[in-house]
């Protein structure tokens, strides 16, 4: 139990924790050292629960397929946001909040795809984000 609390805090502090054989790969930001050090003093109990596949991420092709489908509601909502002359649309406050978290989300979901599987490239195979989204993956920029 306590390996899976340590994974669970790791990944909300922004950390990516894997197993290689006996070790831990450990990568993120520095501000979480102090979770590293949790994660290291009870590397036994960390190994086992990546071992037992409780906590087994997403495929990458399934992080993909989650950011475009995302791309595609943010394509949709955003015009929702704004008048004919590029201001804010002050009646649609819920929407917009919707719109910040789900931005925040979208983000993460990348960060996943990029730390946890090395991801480089763009997230429509071979192609690019389209220009005109509001959140474009970092391949694109």
Known sequence: MVGIELLKRAEEAGLT??????????????????????????????????????????????????????????????PKLWDENDYPVYDHRKLEIKMMEQTLKWLELERLLRNLYEYEGCIFDGRTCPKESPVRCTACG
């Not at 054989?21 to 501000?31: A, H, T, V």
């Not at 629960?49 to 509601?73: F, H, M, N, Q, V």
């Open 17 to 78: 924790v894997t197993c290689v054989g006996d070790s831990l790969r450990i990568r993120g930001p520095k501000s979480a050292e102090a979770i590293v050090q949790e994660l290291s003093a009870n590397k036994s109990e960390v190994i086992a629960a990546i071992k037992d596949g409780t906590l087994t991420p997403a495929p990458a092709s399934e992080l993909r397929a989650r950011l475009r489908k995302g791309i595609e509601w943010f394509l949709a909502v955003d």
